[in-house]
């Protein structure tokens, strides 16, 4: 993991945005997306 995702980590876990298990999102539109990742936690 490199220095700028352990930064984006850190940033979405203090506003709280930081998706508890990213291992569990299966769907593969997030795979190549540069916004949104499988760490981050949507809301709806």
């Given amino acids: 993991m490199s220095r ?3 930064d984006k ?3 979405l876990r203090r506003d709280r945005c ?3 298990a ?3 999102v299966t ?3 997030f795979d ?4 949104f ?3 981050h936690l949507l809301q709806a």
């Fill in 4 to 6: 700028q995702d352990d």
């Fill in 9 to 11: 980590a850190a940033r």
């Fill in 18 to 20: 930081l998706h508890p």
């Fill in 22 to 24: 990213p291992e569990q």
């Fill in 27 to 29: 769907d593969n539109r």
């Fill in 32 to 35: 190549n997306m540069t916004f």
């Fill in 37 to 39: 990742g499988r760490r």
